[in-house]
């Protein structure tokens, strides 16, 4: 199996307990494999509690402690005749898929755990095996701090019931050792899992197993027996597994502990009449047969795993961006990884909160970033479920696509029949239950094309794409005639994913419609589909305009129906973290958040987050970031942070709607929506097309980190990435900005597109690789009003690996000694050393045009221009200078200046020496 594991950016055994903030209070964290179900571990009380759902919080409708909390449970410690039962501590943090906890001292002994799930981000078919696994594991770190050798025993105790639930994992209530473990394990024997009614028979079994690090360690399992005094368990029938060892002074140890659960998942009806019954069952059943499978295997890469997910925590919480933000990009997690479902065929989704709906499909495709470039496998295969709906048999609504997965006909969200996909091509279900079809939803047909864009910047994919291409116009066609139908081209008569309820809200649909047209365009060129790509090129020339001739008036993000005004600037947001051209005009975008700040800044503590807390940082924090105001975006992040993270820290992990009385308001939504990484991309201003090797590196950073980003990660499915960014500049060298960027696995680029923030158009590029040589490069600079950028076009790939690739842009050409060694080349050059009146001056372009040649000084002032002409081909040229400007003013004596050649596709600069003495 092939994996990509990440590079070790910090200390990777380390207990993140120190970190400058700590999320305590949550009651734990969900750990397990992604859509797998789970266990919690809450280190403040010292108990266990498991979900029994499938998926594993869909219709709970609760959180887990008291009624799901085994009945006996939790963590016991013996060191030299000393020992504590159920151990427990108020020194607690959730950074997911890791929970860490120092439980202090036990005689000479500290005690501390690290707990997580098998969630390692890449691509690749072991990382893929291991984040799907049905396995919670535990590490146990036990260093012995006293001055002689002691005896140090952990045991791990779970009860499978609670006192309302039995088969809490699945399988019996109470464990039996495994003969074959040699005393490591306890399994849960197979049993009938009927949490589905209609279908009693589906079953499940459960397994715990343990190991350590020392290899002369001692393993009991069974009853707690005498473990208070000898560190041994009863080696009987129980639910306790533990190991001993001797442990020298000054030494660590650490015990080792894997769960795991393996289930059934067949419906008893055959709810669509398709001649046969949903039967999803889960991903893990690809891999494994039983439990003890997973167990196995889980114990055979704990090392492997525990490195990767440290590792992953450790590199987000590296970088300098605000630590209860990287808390919240790491936490935020919790609905892809645990409340989730992955299906045997592929199919992966998350539910909306508590909602019996696998994976709305706005919220899905705001969510999907995370898993596109981590796992791409699955987004692919979800992709083809989404196309799969688009085949009507209507022809009027062909290529419409559906809003859920899974509500029945007449079909209310809470029975456990809803917790199944739909069957593939099931055209015809309906959706929600009080709007019964969504085919006048547009926004649904923009979500397809930008899951199947974002896959295409992520994988590069060309065959992949080519063969959904079809579907994906069909979606796009769908969209534009929705547009016509109310004689527009933009879908102005549309109901859209913001519930709602059988009114127009088209102000958010026809955002993200522009912004879907042009993704239509960038994709059909990929695939080279020409005649698609001019078609919708034109489409969205007209929708940009027509966006703001129907929208930009007094209700424009002032009427706040139902909390969802933010929706208003949604489509902006998306072409920005896209990279396009922004899609509304300076004033169009700027009113709007002008007028939501109007609208929400002056709110209640609640209602300032609007109906849905996540579209709100999202949409409008993203429109804010996008137009260069990072500050105001970042102020309604920590809105979101102390609602949810400081003052109600045990609804982070939570599946159903939060339903608070405060004052005369209540407020309800969940936390389930995984949007934060959005905006962690537009701060950085980081995108990678694998498509057509781009690379786009524009920040737009909050004011309190000091015009720096520094180790950044960067997500890539083929291996992360980090960034290093410095925009203090120095006046005195006319330095504006400082790139390093670095891939774990190498990564080719042919353009790559900054920030041109040297309030010119000729920036001036000094580079550095880790290749032998940097290809020749043209340099051109875009102005789209609010952003400005400088593209660099290389004639051949740049590869950027371990050793990075780094940037300087000065906004002058300076005659300053670059800190890197290698400079820009182009075939856009400037061939002469010397000047020197009745001599020729050579250079070279590599398209024909208007051209003209400047001379500087060395402090970047304009002496005069040279020579300007129209050049009818590309290739070598030259003049004769007669040591004037064309206006006919001689050029003083100075030894060196700076030449500067202007072209249509560029402009490049060199440092000359004068020669006219």
Known sequence: MKSHFFRLVVLLVAALSSATWALSGTKGAPLGGMGTGYV?????TGEFAASSRIPPAGGDMMCEFPVKMSSSSGFHFFAGGQSVTKAKTAVEDAKLPLYTADFGKTNSVNFSLNAFSPFIPGNGDLNIKLATSPCAFFEITAKNEGGSAIEIAVALEFTNKSSGVSGLLGGSDDGEIDPESGNRAVSFATAKFADVPTNPDNTGNAYMMAGCSKEDATFSAGGIGDFATTGILSNSTGNCVAAKCAVGAGESVRFKFVMSWWRTF??????YGVGKNDADNLYYHNFYQ???????????NFDAVKTGVVSMVNRVMASNF???????????LYPLINNSFWAKDGRAAFWEGGYGIIGTIDQAEHAALWYIYNWPENQWM?????LSSGQWQDPQIMGQIHHDFNISPGVTFSPPESRFMVPWGQWDREDYWFQPNTTDWSDLNSMLIFKAYELMLATGNLDSLKKHFPKITLAADRLYKMSQDADASIPIQSKSTYDSHGVLTPQYSCGVAVTAYKAMVEMAKFVGDETTAAKYQEIYNTARQEYKEKFFNADYCTINLEGWAEGHVGGYSWADYFCFEPIMDRDFIEAGCQRLWNLYSTASKIDRMGGWHFYTYDHWGGALTAIGKPDTALLIHTWDHELYYKDYPDLVFWQTLFNKDIGPQVYSSYMTAPGVWRSYFQFT???????NQRLWIRPSIPSEMNKKITNAPLLNPNGWGTLYYDETGNAAEKLTQKVSVYFDSPVAIKELVLKNNTNGTTPFLVMDSSVAQIPSCTVTTEDWDIRKNIRVTFASPVTIGPAGFHVQVYSEPVGTISPYSKTVKSPLAIMSSGIRAGRKIQYSLDKAGDVSIDLLNLNGVKLGTIMKQKISSPGTHSFVWDGTTIKGHKVGTRAVLVLRLNSPT????????NNLR
């Open 685 to 691: 201003g980081y995108l990678l097309d694998n498509a």
């Open 382 to 386: 979800e992709l083809a479920f989404w």
């Open 322 to 332: 605000p630590e209860w933000y990287k808390d919240r990009l790491l936490n935020n």
């Open 266 to 271: 067949v419906s008893g009806t055959d709810r």
């Open 290 to 300: 039983t439990s003890k499978d997973a167990a196995v295997f889980g114990m055979q």
């Open 906 to 913: 560029g402009t490049v600069s060199k440092l000359i020496y």
């Open 40 to 44: 919690k571990f809450d280190a403040t």
